[in-house]
């Protein structure tokens, strides 16, 4: 009886909405007797109770009824270890309320000890979402696992069931389906970061289920029942697979009636008797329809984890950093001119970087820089008094005065692992006080180790708590031992590539081509991308390049950033007159980017090369309505087919409101292919579609 009531005290709970907010009534975690039951409107996953340690054996998508009955014979989570038997199992549930940051959502906690090692699971459920993610954590004392990974050439012939399972990576198992059927299909997508090293971030993976294991590397796995239009999909939020904490060698593995998700980026020696550690998140999806129905499956979890208020996230930013000036500049009369010419141009921020410090970092252009024992230097962080004798008042005055927000540069000390967060936090806390600061780029993170991962995640908290959640973190992912793509996501947005006209790096089709590879699978409104001033350093590039950015009209640079975050990656001063004369598009732009951002966007045509024909599409919950962005590269053809997604068959106007191209009705039936025509190579044209009939 006591396991009958706890399940109704918790289901009854489940239906309570927050303070009138989003209503959780369609969000489920009920527990009676030995079973657990997770799940909403569209998906439900149901579990063997166990004392806690718990065990699938149903996943179905509701929108379908589609069931999937899983065979497993162990616990879904296992360390590589010899731990005790489960006990001490609990189970509690809460809603959740919204916050500025965060969508109202369900909370189920799994507790259980593992002998020594207690594991904590809790689960997130959103309301219309196909997908529930799970948070890990782990506190106690554990023996000192060896997670081992052996590969295929040093096995033996396999001529029994005892040398099939000598190929099993012994590792921290987050999550295991014992799915039916022996005929799945598995593409993992790996992720790269530190982009002053790396120009292609993206790599997909396709494998086929084995009876040996079938190990794959990536943040995302999606796996498809073969002859079937649905399929599950793993999102591992942690950063990318390189540089996890404790990594195993691979994120996921494939076997005959076996999937498994791998990797906490916890090792025994960071566990605390005391203290809860938080591991890295695991998110489980269902998705229906194809590849546009696995990727709007993803969006749609996405969409839950950061509230986009335009007020707060919406940006078109200028950092001067891009034209090499570093610290050279940087002073009070100097950013007085940008914000003149910024407000001409239609910028919406502005950037200190790096050199309105006091204190002097290893990215200076003078010598004597250093990042080491900044806490030894009282007033680092404090604005130079030479380069600004009122402080911050005086410009950020003249931004309010001219409607630009100012934001600053930040490097935390990275010394024994963020030992001085606090301290570093509160340089953001004073600046939010004192000048109303609320947006801070952060860079020349290490995440070494586990325990400056826990002391930067502080950082963060602490100055979100401060500013009551106003705080936008630019997270920069151009170097160092970071956070990805997926994690880390609810602080804000990520500045994402280092290029420059100086070095001869800046490609106007490299960087559509990181935009578009990203944004199958990684919101692109969440990314800051670059347009350069390109009139300067011409003769860094080869004579004759065509592809370089000289050659590019400066409209189709900025329309290049217009799926993320437009960043001004230049001086204005040094812009020519001319390069004002996108000013019109800029605003134009802002008339349209709350509803062309609210929306999925995903790309569409061929992947950027340089002669492409390429482009964006916003999907609105409304499958009638929603916009398109075309780039024609140096492509002959002046016409080109390409499949949208998510159309219903009718007939479409395609109205033109910004670029070249020009309005147009057409039919399109269920592939979804519509022709669009612009006039000369190196253009662009943005439409807004509705179907009429």
Known sequence: MRGLFIAIFLFTCSFIPTHGQTDLSSCQAIRKGDTLILGNSLIQRTYLFQNGNLSSFALQDKRTGKKWVLANKNADFALPAKVGNPANGSFTVKPVAETSRTPAHLEAQVVVSLGDVWVKRVFRIYPNCPAIACDYYLKGRAPDWQQQVQQAYDLRNLESLATQKEGEANAVVLDRLALPGLHWRGKSVEFFDATDQNNTLVQEYTRLAYRQ????????????????????????????????????????????????????????????????????????????????????????????????????????????????????????????????????????????????????????????GSFKDIWRKPNYWLPDPKKFPTGFSRIMEAGKKRGITLSTWFNPSVDSSFKYWDRDAQVMIDQYRHYGIRMWKIDGVRIADKQAEINFRKMLDTVMASTNGEAVFNLDVTAGRRFGYHYFYEYGNLFLENRYTDWGNYYPHFTLRNLWMLARYVPPQRLQIEFLNKWRNQDRYPQGDSFSPAHYPFDYLFAITMPAQPLAWMEARNLPPEAFAITGLINAYKKQWRAWHNGQLFPIGNEPSGTSWTGFQSISENQSVGYVLVFREQNKAGAAKMKLMNLLPGTYQFTHLMGQGKSFRMAVAADGAVSFALPQQMTFGFYQYERVK
Do not use: C
Not at 241 to 267: C, H, T
């Open 213 to 368: 294991e079938v190990r794959l590397r990536g943040n995302l796995l999606f796996l498809d029942e073969v002859g079937t239009d649905t399929g599950i999909f793993w999102l591992k939020e942690a950063p990318v697979s390189g540089v996890q904490l404790a990594y195993p060698g691979f994120d996921f593995s494939l076997k005959f009636n076996e999937m498994r998700a791998a990797g906490i980026g916890i090792g025994p020696t960071d566990l605390r008797d005391d203290e809860w550690v938080r591991g890295y998140s695991l998110v489980l999806g269902v998705w229906l329809g194809g590849e546009t129905g696995q990727l709007t499956a993803l969006r749609s979890y996405q969409q839950n984890l950061r509230i986009r208020q335009p007020n707060r996230d919406e940006m078109i930013l200028l950092n001067t950093w891009g034209d090499r000036g570093q610290d050279k500049n940087i002073n009070e009369a100097f950013v007085l001119r940008e914000l003149k010419l910024g407000e001409k141009l239609g910028i919406t921020h502005f950037q200190l970087d790096d050199g309105w410090q006091q204190g002097k970092s290893a990215n200076s252009a003078f010598q004597g």
